[in-house]
């Protein structure tokens, strides 16, 4: 199941540092109309867009897969008992 919210634009800078310890497919911060792809939703980086200036954007939203947060939960349950 995943998730698909928008959010304001001084929410961006904070659900990008926490996105830095999510991988892609898990939590994703994006925006529309990001580097002249004015149509289309693009994926921000904390290292690379953490400096930048969002003002003249206005549609943010982060992306939130459920099942990818799960699948890794059993993964590292797997791992502990299997050292265990």
């Not at 659900?15 to 289309?40: A, P």
């Amino acid at each position: 199941m995943n998730f698909d919210f928008s959010i304001h634009q001084f929410l961006v800078r904070p659900s990008l540092w926490l996105s830095q310890f999510f991988n892609d497919n898990h939590f994703v911060v994006v925006c529309k109309g990001y580097g002249e792809d004015w149509k289309l939703y693009t994926g921000l980086d904390w290292g690379e867009d953490k400096d930048n200036d969002f003002r003249e954007y206005k549609d943010f939203r982060v992306w939130v897969s459920i099942y990818s947060f799960l699948e890794l939960e059993i993964k590292h349950e797997k791992d502990y008992y299997k050292y265990k």
